[in-house]
């Protein structure tokens, strides 16, 4: 919807399904993380709507507004914190609306890590369009040691019902694919699982990918960080 690269409303006003949200997720304002937030409009129009915070169980903690001139970019450093007067949030996610009959906007996050510095870019997803049953993480590791890799998951269920998920992990090269207990993510629930590859599938030295697949199309984000 709307203007090239970006969320927004088509002429004449909002789409049938409502107004355009982005979510962007795996975001953090803690000791370990912080979290930097942008927004652009793209079709050379005036735009505003809402940012909001919410945890991992769906609670929202912050709602604030927006504006954007046309063509405008902006980025706000540690926005959870500076903006949203969120000084811990281990874990969370942030969701934008477009509400003005003008104006393509799309988002970014960079969530750094605190002691290396090292950036994570989030990028962001209409969840109402996303319909799917299988979901698919590559770059998953657990190489402790000199490399020293490790990788956290997150999935978002953007849905208005329970979902059952189920996950596979599948070594690099070959070899047996590992289960894991089936989880069931509430709706509007981000299930986080930090070390994924140890905790969830007692597999160590190891890398590959993870696939999360649903018994009927679902409205999953699934991310990673490694």
Known sequence: PGGPGGFGPPPGGPPPGGTP???????????????????AEGAGEPANGRIRVFNDLGVMLKELSYS????????????????????????????????????????YASVLDNVTTDPLAVMPVEVARVSASRYVLPGMA???????????IRVYNGGTLPVTANFTYYPQGGGTPVTAPARTIQAGHVLASDNVLPTMFNQTSTGGS?????????????????
């Open 21 to 39: 949200t982005m979510s962007l997720q795996q975001v953090a304002q803690s000791v370990r993380f912080r979290t930097n937030l942008g927004l």
């Open 142 to 152: 657990d190489l402790p040691g000199e490399n020293n890799f490790h990788s956290d």
């Open 68 to 107: 954007l001139k046309p063509g405008e970019h902006k980025q706000i450093n540690r926005y959870i914190e500076t903006q949203a007067g969120i000084s811990n949030l281990e874990d969370g996610r942030i969701e934008i609306t477009v509400d003005s009959d003008t104006g393509a906007v799309t988002a």
């Open 210 to 226: 993870l696939v999360v697949t649903t018994g009927s199309t679902t409205s999953l984000v699934a991310t990673g960080r490694t």
